[in-house]
């Protein structure tokens, strides 16, 4: 085959396959052949909640696939302080609350988060366009295993890749 028609084939992958760039995270298409976005399937455990945060260029698709998220797309009418879970945009639009097919949009400069209220684990497709954010994940992982990580190298890696954090990472109690 010439290096034309090996760029235009497709990527089947079996359930599972891809490569794990976090232990809940496995990249199944990234900058290696797209440039245009990178897609993961990620696990997300009981009471993870990732903090709400924006991108200035980065636009982001979630989709879930078993279990529940809490999930926030919308600039709040106050202050984005506290709690994210208790925002409301000036429309009156609250956090929502999916399972399974529940689909949610981002586009760049939108505050955004998601968290695990559930006691399982849920699943779901993410998707993030321009490609690379593995880089980010990859980088993040090495940190954290390096042992050296503070929150104040973490928000620096966070704001290298245009992740501006609002709240904390972290975990919170299940209900």
């Given at each position: 085959m010439t290096d034309g028609l090996l760029a235009s084939n497709g990527l089947l992958l079996p359930p599972g396959a891809g490569d794990k760039?976090?232990?809940?995270?496995?990249l199944k298409v990234g900058a290696d052949r797209s440039d245009v976005w990178s897609a993961f399937e990620a696990e997300v455990p009981p009471g993870f909640d990732v903090g709400a945060h924006w991108h200035g260029h980065a636009e982001e698709i979630f989709y879930v696939v078993e279990g529940e998220l809490q999930l926030l797309a919308f600039h709040p009418a106050a202050e984005p302080v506290g709690d994210w879970t208790t925002w409301e945009a000036e429309d009156g639009m609250t956090v929502f609350r999916g399972g399974p097919g529940?689909?949610?949009y981002v586009p760049a400069g939108c505050p955004h988060a998601f968290f695990n209220p559930g006691t399982s684990t849920a699943k779901m497709l993410f998707m993030v366009t321009p490609s690379g954010h593995e880089q980010y994940l990859a980088e993040l992982s090495e940190l954290l295993l390096s042992g050296e990580a503070t929150p104040d190298l973490v928000g620096e890696l966070r704001l290298k890749h245009d992740i501006h954090q609002l709240t904390p990472l972290?975990?919170?109690?299940i209900n």
């Open positions: 760039v976090q232990p809940t995270m496995t529940a689909f949610m972290q975990s919170r109690p």
